[in-house]
């Protein structure tokens, strides 16, 4: 909602400017209080004016006749090379579920230049249908570009609920699709349902410091948009005999729509970091003792041909950097095999890796709460332990 100055009303005394905590207010040459690009909508300047010349924009919202017009779950099946993300398909089965309970179609949106194969695999994880946008100016993702074609799909077909991966280009585009839209989203979900008393989508994420689990509804706008964190659902079995309708959108983009020029890729992530994807993570810890002993887990991470994940005190010691957190504020994985090493097992921790099918503790301290979640349990000095696994691993390998 956006806060306006009525002209006529303004004093010019200017006590919203100073009440503005972001500076954002200026007094225009007519001498009449100017609200900039810098206003977060606070309101302090709502409070502060003596005669009650600033207001709070009441925004269109969408009609409740129009609500019915929206039908359908969709999930932004994201893609890197003409290869999907694993976060898209984890959605689609859990979009089926929505679907199925709304009683309504699932859906993959693909966004790419020459990805039409991509429907193949949507179909088997459980979409009715594909709505596929092709062309080289969506060879990588653009913000401008991509944002253009899913605002058009949205408003042209009407979906009631949109998912998108919560991952760096799903966190860009969801919000500003919301934006143009009209609608909210909840962003870094990590459960979704249905509301029984509403039937609208519940969308579940932790709030206050992940001291709470936070549900949230979207009751007045369509379509209702979320973001969820990559590896919180599980990837459903596909099943490549199903089949489905693809509607081909052409594209609506322009060159002089698109204001970045994308000159070099530079591949900062290899495949140590890619902990979203990876089947085995081999994390380090403050028990690591000190940086350069990271050698060890990166050793072990190698040899099993996993991903280097570490807890947020190794990030904030500066031994890894942040792009390997796991945890609340870190990334969330689920691999196949979880090795965590010289990690107590902090709640925060244990928030983005407890459902790994396998965890495989090594702590010195048998108390340490990382037991707890644990599957297997080595008490022991990490600097000893480390290197014998990865002895041990290596002759199984040769
Ligand atoms: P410690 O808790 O210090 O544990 C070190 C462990 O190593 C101990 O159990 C010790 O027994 C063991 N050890 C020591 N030496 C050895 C040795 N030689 N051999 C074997 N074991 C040894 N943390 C995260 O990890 N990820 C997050 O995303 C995250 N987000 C947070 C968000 C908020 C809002 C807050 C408040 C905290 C967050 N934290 C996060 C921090 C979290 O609370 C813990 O402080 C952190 O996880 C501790 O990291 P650690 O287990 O490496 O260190």
């Not at 409740?64 to 893609?79: C, P, R």
């Not at 945890?327 to 097992?345: D, E």
Request: glycine fraction near 10%.
């Amino acid at each position: 909602m956006a806060i306006k100055v009525i002209k006529d009303q303004c004093v010019s005394c200017g006590a919203c400017v100073s009440t503005c905590p972001f500076g954002a207010i200026i007094m225009e040459s007519d001498n009449k209080a100017f609200i900039t690009e810098a206003c977060t909508a606070c309101g302090a300047c709502i409070d502060a004016c003596p005669v009650g010349a600033i207001i709070r924009e009441e925004e269109e919202k969408t009609a409740a006749a129009d609500k019915d017009q929206y039908k359908g779950v969709w999930v932004f099946i994201e893609q890197v090379g003409g290869q999907a993300r694993g976060v898209g398909l984890e959605l689609l089965g859990e979009g089926r579920k929505l679907a199925d309970a709304l009683g309504q179609e699932l859906a993959g949106v693909i966004i790419g230049d020459k990805v039409e194969h991509l429907a193949k695999e949507a179909f088997a994880c459980g979409a009715d249908k594909v709505y596929l946008v092709e062309g080289p100016e969506y060879k990588h993702y653009n913000t401008d570009a991509y944002t253009i074609a899913f605002t058009d799909l949205i408003q042209t077909y009407k979906p009631s609920v949109v998912l998108l991966g919560a991952t760096n280009d799903g966190r860009d585009l969801g919000p500003r699709v919301a934006c143009r839209v009209g609608t909210g989203l909840t962003a870094d979900c990590t459960g979704l349902g249905i509301d029984e008393q509403t039937g609208l989508v519940a969308w579940t994420r932790p709030a206050f410091g992940g001291n709470i689990m936070a549900t949230i509804l979207c009751p007045d706008h369509r379509p209702q948009m979320g973001t969820v964190r990559p590896k919180v659902f599980k990837r459903p079995v596909p099943d490549y005999s199903r089949t489905g309708e693809i509607i081909r959108v052409p594209s609506k983009v322009k060159p002089e729509d698109i204001r970045t020029k994308l000159i070099d890729i530079i591949q900062v992530c290899t495949a140590s970091c890619n902990l979203e994807e990876a089947e085995i993570i081999v994390s380090g810890g403050r028990g690591m003792c000190a940086p350069e002993n990271f050698r060890l887990v990166e050793e072990l991470a190698e040899v099993l041909g996993g991903a280097v994940g570490a807890s947020r005190a190794a990030v904030d010691a500066g031994w890894k950097p942040a792009l390997h957190q796991v945890g609340q504020t870190g990334k969330t994985v689920g691999p196949k095999i979880y090795f965590a090493c010289g990690i107590s097992g902090a709640i925060q921790h244990l928030a983005g890796m407890s459902s790994s099918d396998v965890i495989i503790a090594i702590n010195k301290d048998p108390d340490a709460p990382i037991f707890k979640v644990a599957d297997f349990g080595i008490v022991g000095d990490v600097l000893e332990v480390l290197p014998i696994l990865t002895e041990e691993f290596r002759k199984i390998k040769q």
